[in-house]
């Protein structure tokens, strides 16, 4: 069975700064990555994915993930922070069928601070 | 287009009641998934529903229940109460096997358990 770990709990950063969310996955076969983010009051929204191609994918709103598959990783990037971009962010993997249940982390809470 | 929609937003019930939440998903979906958000224990998947049958189950116990509708839209029944169960239950739906496709999220319903 797969697994995801996030090991950022909670992330206080100042606007502008630039962002780098850990996510490690277990799972010795091929995934499909996500990450989804929830901001205060409202309901999971996908942020980006991947499902094969350029290990490198853009998602909205600047954020970008890069799969690097000898890590086990898929790590969220942002240049420069905003405060609208407080929320939590859930890293997610599902395997290949890609329609099977999503295993998701713990989560990030992230904090920007005006 | 319209999101996925759950119904009640909040539910109260108590211990060795039933509870019923009803989801729909968004037009032309035709999987849908429950999760499990409880405090402490992040998002856990309960089932998934595709073209009306059951595709998979999470590690819940069998009070744990649900259906898909001929119209796609799904009910999550829960029997027999426990204050476990406690937790915000959210929807999700996906284009079903046409593909890697990701799942969109709904509200989600919190049932609170007295």
């Known amino acids: 069975a797969q697994s995801v770990s996030q090991h950022n709990h909670h992330v206080i950063l100042s606007e502008a700064a630039s962002l780098e969310l850990g996510c490690n996955y277990s799972?010795?076969?091929?995934?499909?990555l996500f990450w989804y983010v929830q901001y205060p009051g409202q309901h999971l929204q996908l942020l980006l994915k991947?499902?094969?191609?350029?290990?490198l994918v853009k998602g909205i709103k600047g954020f970008e993930a890069e799969f690097i598959k000898s890590k086990f990783s898929f790590n969220l990037r942002k240049p420069s922070v905003q405060w609208s971009d407080t929320a939590e962010y859930f890293c997610?993997?599902?395997?290949?069928?890609?329609?099977?249940?999503?295993?998701f982390g713990t989560g990030t809470r992230l904090t920007i601070i005006p | 287009e319209a999101g996925v929609t759950q119904s009640p937003t909040h539910l109260i019930k108590t211990r060795g009641q039933q509870a019923t939440l009803r989801c729909s998903p968004i037009?032309?979906?035709?999987?849908v998934y429950w999760y499990q958000q409880a405090l402490g224990l992040g998002l856990q998947f309960l089932l998934w529903?595709?073209?009306?049958?059951?595709?998979n189950r999470g590690n819940f116990p069998p009070r744990f229940s649900g259906r898909q509708f001929p119209n796609y839209s799904s009910e999550l029944n829960v029997n027999a109460l426990e204050l476990e169960d406690s937790a915000l239950y959210l929807c999700?739906?996906?284009?079903?096997?046409?593909?890697?496709?990701?799942?969109?999220f709904g509200d989600g319903t919190r049932l609170s358990i007295l």
């Open positions: 999700a739906s996906s284009l079903g096997d046409r593909g890697h496709q990701p799942q969109h």
């Open positions: 799972y010795g076969g091929t995934v499909n």
């Open positions: 991947y499902f094969s191609g350029d290990p």
């Open positions: 997610a993997v599902n395997t290949n069928f890609g329609n099977e249940k999503l295993t």
């Open positions: 037009s032309g979906h035709t999987s």
């Open positions: 529903y595709d073209e009306g049958e059951e595709r």
